[in-house]
């Protein structure tokens, strides 16, 4: 390959690490044209499936400050690089691989941090993000049901305490007004009783 030919070729690797979320690094030795295209199709929706020369791509990894795949480059290798759901795409790999063994994955990177084979067989056992959506939104509105609920509750039961006993002053009748003190007959008194108050000091 000529220099410029491997220029382009590592400008292009690099470029899509740089904008992929993860990736995943395999080795295909073993499995057939048919095959590669089956899991080009599988995958499709959230990554992409490419053939690479071992020595490019160690350059072109350099260059996007990823060093998950440094021990790893050897024999025929093919690189996912993850744009969608790196949850479903390691799902995805990860049947494929079941059903091919041939498909060996090696290592992974998610975010620019390093994964090992185990941690991408863990990351293909989580919940896709549809799902986990779905589930944050289902609890949402739980949550948003019960407020509604807990605040429609005390209203209504007050409601019921304001009719009952809106009922039970209308059974009972007007209450029967407390008779007026007469100011005149009070001061009387009190003046009594300051005359008898004088006499005893007297």
Do not use: C, W
Not at 57 to 66: M, S, V
Not at 160 to 181: I, M
Not at 183 to 190: F, R, T, V
């Amino acid at each position: 390959m000529a220099t410029a030919e491997k220029q382009t070729a590592i400008a292009e690797i690099t470029d899509k690490f740089r904008g992929s979320s993860a990736a995943v690094l395999t080795e295909y030795r073993g499995l057939t044209v048919k095959q590669l295209s089956e899991l080009r199709g599988t995958i499709r929706e959230h990554a992409t499936y490419a053939v690479v020369k071992n020595t490019l791509t160690r350059i072109a990894a350099k260059e996007a400050g990823i060093t998950a795949f440094d021990e790893h480059l050897s024999g025929p290798s093919a690189i996912v690089f993850v744009t969608g759901d790196p949850v479903q795409t390691a799902k995805s790999l990860r049947d494929f691989a079941k059903a091919n063994p041939a498909l060996v994955i090696k290592a992974g990177v998610l975010d620019g941090k390093p994964l090992s084979t185990e941690e991408i067989t863990k990351l293909a056992d989580l919940e896709s993000r549809e799902v986990l959506l779905a589930k944050l939104a289902g609890a949402m509105n739980a949550s948003l049901s019960k407020a509604v609920y807990l605040f429609a509750a005390p209203l209504s039961q007050t409601a019921r305490v304001v009719d009952a006993l809106r009922q039970k002053v209308e059974a009972e009748g007007p209450v029967a007004a407390a008779p007026a003190v007469d100011d005149s007959a009070e001061a009387s008194a009190e003046a009594t009783d300051d005359v008898a108050a004088g006499g005893d000091e007297s």
